[in-house]
């Protein structure tokens, strides 16, 4: 893997949350200023990163963490959903999408679906094959 060349912090955004309360409590405003930090493209042109206030890493995406501001996903712990699956419910979730992809229901409860219309009989084969040992 490449250099990757960081030009220096020139640049920020204030990222503004709205707190709305009950009708007797105001609404209030919090605002969080966030550095951008830029690295060049391999094409040319730059690409712009927000500069994560808790780690000081870059990160195209912040969230936002109850009562503490925005951060990256690093520092508030989050985890993708498939990161968190048992085996047997990642072989579920492939042998539905193979099933769809064959043009059936995902239920893996109903019975294989029959070749589509305009669909290669040996692309048929292959995908209903990887369903069976899936």
Same mark, same amino acid.
């Given at each position: 893997?490449?250099?990757?060349?960081?030009?220096?912090?020139?640049?920020?955004?204030?990222?503004?949350?709205?707190?709305? +309360? +009950?009708?007797?409590? #105001?609404?209030?405003?919090?605002?969080?200023? *966030?550095?951008?930090?830029?690295?060049?493209?391999?094409? +040319?042109?730059?690409?712009?990163?927000?500069? $994560?206030?808790? $780690?000081?890493?870059?990160?195209?995406? =912040?969230?936002?963490?109850? +009562? %503490?501001?925005? !951060?990256?996903?690093? $520092? =508030?712990?989050? !985890?993708?959903?498939?990161?968190?699956?048992? !085996? /047997?419910?990642?072989?579920?979730?492939? /042998?539905?999408?193979?099933?769809?992809?064959?043009? @059936?229901?995902? %239920? *893996?409860?109903? &019975?294989? &679906? @029959?070749? #589509? &219309?305009?669909?290669?009989?040996?692309?048929?084969?292959?995908?209903? !094959? /990887? *369903?069976?040992?899936?």
């Amino acid at each position: 893997m490449g250099k990757v060349d960081v030009i220096p912090e020139s640049e920020a955004v204030v990222l503004l949350l709205r707190l709305f +309360g +009950g009708e007797q409590q #105001p609404r209030k405003l919090a605002g969080q200023l *966030v550095p951008i930090v830029r690295t060049k493209c391999g094409f +040319g042109g730059t690409r712009p990163w927000f500069r $994560c206030d808790r $780690c000081r890493r870059r990160a195209a995406i =912040l969230y936002l963490a109850t +009562g %503490s501001g925005f !951060a990256c996903r690093r $520092c =508030l712990g989050l !985890a993708y959903r498939s990161q968190s699956a048992t !085996a /047997a419910n990642r072989a579920i979730s492939k /042998a539905r999408k193979l099933r769809e992809r064959l043009g @059936g229901g995902p %239920s *893996v409860l109903d &019975p294989l &679906p @029959g070749k #589509p &219309p305009r669909m290669h009989r040996q692309t048929y084969w292959r995908r209903l !094959a /990887a *369903v069976i040992t899936a």
